[in-house]
């Protein structure tokens, strides 16, 4: 029998309709340098969203996709951190809170090697950029070396895991921490709602949120949340955003954010290789972060990986979708393996009204089928999941997530997230990366090599 993964490439009208609308939103939410994730709601470049859509963009043009990683990399501080916003010069600060001026990164991030320009903020994002940069060079490897893509981009990226490594091993166990609910991409999930009760907000007169001009106050997070945003990030920025010099009043261990750094260590060590170096040293990193996912974050009780609070040193006792996310590791021990799996088609996160995966716990006390992170279902964590389930050979599975995914960001008109109840389009519409992860489901790739 054929494989799935030798599936033709697609020629049935409805996929040439479906990507013909895919690239018009990536051509719709390019700058000229770098892509927005909607021109709505996020108005300048994003760190995480920024890989996503160069894995996208790679179907439509490589050396565009080159660009965007690597204007994403031109707002690198010198201590290795890849910042989760780079600011466009030409949109007004009122577009997006909080702006430029808030993050005063040229001057209050100097300490730290912020750069004099671009404007960027001071916190990240998960590390999928390495992976991303990987998947971006495969594409066409001649053209990738005929202009020297990964040379110039592994030092770079390799120096954004150091950073992550050893400035953010807050909890001393070899995992990367973060210090903010905008760090882990899944700003509003209910894992940050108890770490975060103990963080005084910032008073609502101190800041204006821009986002409610733009999104539903039923979906976004509420005034309460957005002013302990606020409170945490000026806090840091009061101390340089210096990791060694901050009290930091959220520390989380978060699963996505440290499988995509062990999966981006694995993107590290064949760039190495392509290198014509041995890569070894990426590849065992790689490996021990997995063990140490396993050892801090696995919970064989619920069949799920847990977010860990610093603070306390307990396991949050809620069940995220960053908690399915470590699938996508090739590492991971069998047994492990076949009990996601049986959790992804658990009560907890078998949606009926989409063939995504939910964010979060359908049974849990905190689920929320609209608000951001606390039951949507997002296609780039589908998109996530769809590579962990290929990884381990589970490809019917794989096959359903990816026919759901096209159906319903076609359906949705590129929606940031579907409720996962109804299967209503919620959030922005025209969002670049479910526009660019369609793209990529679209395109068959049986030789693509995996990092
Ligand atoms: C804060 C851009 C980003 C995504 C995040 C998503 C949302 C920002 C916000 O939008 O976060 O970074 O203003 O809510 O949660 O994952 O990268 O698309």
Redesign the pocket.
């Known amino acids: 029998m054929k494989s799935l993964l030798d599936r033709p490439a697609p020629t049935a009208a409805a996929d040439l309709t479906l990507r013909r609308g895919a690239a018009r939103v990536l051509i719709d939410n390019w700058t000229g340098t770098s892509t927005v994730?909607?021109r709505t709601?996020?108005p300048h470049q994003?760190?995480?969203?920024s890989a996503f859509i160069a894995i996208g963009l790679r179907h439509l043009s490589v050396r565009r996709a080159q660009q965007e990683l690597e204007s994403l990399l031109a707002g690198q501080w010198a201590d290795g951190r890849i910042p989760?916003?780079v600011f466009n010069p030409a949109v007004p600060y009122d577009a997006y809170f909080p702006s430029p001026d808030f993050w005063q990164s040229a001057h209050a991030g100097r300490p730290s090697g912020a750069p004099s320009a671009p404007q960027t903020s001071g916190l990240v994002?998960p590390p999928v950029h390495a992976l991303a940069a990987w998947l971006v060079h495969a594409a066409d490897p001649g053209e990738s070396r005929r202009r020297g893509f990964l040379d110039r981009v592994h030092p770079r990226l390799a120096a954004w895991h150091d950073y992550l490594l050893t400035r953010r091993d807050l909890g001393g166990a070899g995992l990367a921490a973060v210090v903010h609910p905008?760090e882990p991409?899944?700003?509003n999930s209910p894992c940050w709602d108890r770490a975060l009760e103990r963080v005084e907000p910032a008073a609502p007169e101190e800041f204006h949120r821009a986002?409610l001009d733009h999104g539903h106050p039923a979906d976004?997070?509420t005034d309460l949340d957005y002013g302990r945003y606020v409170r945490l990030a000026a806090d840091y920025r009061e101390a340089g955003y210096d990791d060694r010099a901050t009290r930091h009043r959220f520390t989380v261990e978060d699963p996505c954010f440290n499988a995509l750094l062990a999966v981006s260590e694995l993107a590290l060590a064949a760039m190495a290789r392509e290198l014509g170096r041995t890569g070894a040293a990426h590849a065992e990193r790689a490996r021990d972060l997995s063990r140490r996912l396993v050892d801090r974050l696995w919970d064989d009780t619920a069949g799920i990986f847990r977010a860990r609070d610093l603070a306390t040193g307990a396991m949050v006792d809620e069940r995220s979708i960053s908690g399915l996310v470590p699938l996508i590791l090739p590492h991971l021990p069998q047994d492990i393996v076949r009990r996601l799996h049986a959790t992804l088609g658990s009560p907890h996160f078998k949606a009926p009204g989409t063939r995504l995966v939910p964010s979060y716990d359908l049974t849990g006390h905190a689920f929320d089928p609209q608000r951001?992170?606390r039951g949507p279902a997002w296609f780039n964590t589908a998109w996530l999941i769809h590579r962990g389930l290929r990884t381990h050979h589970l490809h019917a599975d794989a096959e359903r997530l990816r026919e759901g995914f096209l159906t319903e960001a076609g359906r949705s008109r590129f929606a940031?997230y579907v409720d996962p109840v109804s299967g209503t389009a919620r959030g922005a519409r025209q969002f670049s990366?479910t526009a660019a992860l369609t793209l990529d489901l679209l395109s068959t790739q049986p030789k693509e090599p995996t990092p």
């Open positions: 994730p909607s709601l996020y994003w760190s995480w969203d989760h916003i994002q905008w991409g899944m700003d986002d976004r997070p951001y992170w940031e990366w």
